[in-house]
């Protein structure tokens, strides 16, 4: 398997535009996340989908971002309109079947996207 | 609100030394706990992980433990080398798939 695929790899856009980031899972995964990592923040979670539903989304920043996972292959961040605030580099990761307290849930991580707002 | 703490946040160290990555977290529920890896510019690779039941994993030249009472978990490196190199982060996972990531360490082995 080729592993988590991410698209673009760095995106560099005026404010007010509109960016997409695109995430292709793991075959076979059942879980996506997506995470925003900053010096100042470090690594946090902004949502993640079980089975193409998204389950959490509380750490979405704003209604500015939005995610959607239309199906099993295929999921797409986006901020609309975009800020400076929102330069940062934007991770997607995908983990098998996760039953419990005693699966095994590893995540493996996308190489990411490096978005700059300017 | 779970937080996850590391120390330090970088480390120096001449290659062949053994040493200790730190990890601290607030909320004794977790599911489990990871370690990863993160070169400049990558993405995180999955380490070790270990389940809320156990104690330490080992994966070569790894060890990770696990003290759910004091909130605590440690990455040992043996014979460190130049390859090492990376930043090491450690997550939480509580309930559902919520992973609480620490800062990172920042390790450099020189040769």
């Known amino acids: 398997d080729a592993g988590v695929i991410q698209s673009p790899r760095h995106e560099v856009t005026e404010m007010g535009q509109e960016v997409t980031l695109r995430c292709k899972p793991i075959s076979g995964h059942d879980y996506l996340f997506w995470y925003r990592q900053t010096m100042m923040r470090g690594l946090e979670l902004l949502i993640y989908f079980n089975n193409n539903v998204p389950i959490d989304d509380s750490g979405m920043p704003e209604d500015r971002f939005s995610a959607k996972m239309p199906n099993a292959s295929f999921s797409t961040l986006k901020i609309q309109p975009s800020e400076p605030r929102d330069s940062a580099v934007y991770f997607c990761?995908?983990?098998?079947?996760?039953?419990?307290?005693?699966?095994?849930?590893?995540?493996?991580f996308g190489p990411g996207t490096r978005l700059t707002v300017l | 609100k779970q937080e996850v703490t590391q120390i330090p946040a970088a480390l120096s160290v001449p290659e062949g030394e053994n040493l200790v990555l730190n990890c601290s977290f607030t909320d004794s529920a977790i599911y489990n706990l990871q370690w990863f890896r993160q070169d400049p510019g990558k993405g995180l690779t999955s380490l070790l992980l270990i389940q809320s039941s156990q104690r330490e994993q080992t994966s070569g030249r790894l060890n990770a433990s696990l003290d759910k009472s004091s909130g605590r978990s440690t990455l040992y490196i043996a014979a460190s080398q130049p390859g090492d190199s990376a930043t090491y982060l450690c997550?939480?996972?509580?309930?559902?798939?919520?992973?609480?990531f620490g800062p990172g360490t920042r390790l450099s082995v020189l040769p």
């Open positions: 990761a995908s983990t098998p079947l996760a039953g419990g307290p005693t699966s095994t849930d590893t995540q493996y």
């Open positions: 997550a939480a996972r509580g309930h559902g798939q919520n992973f609480v």
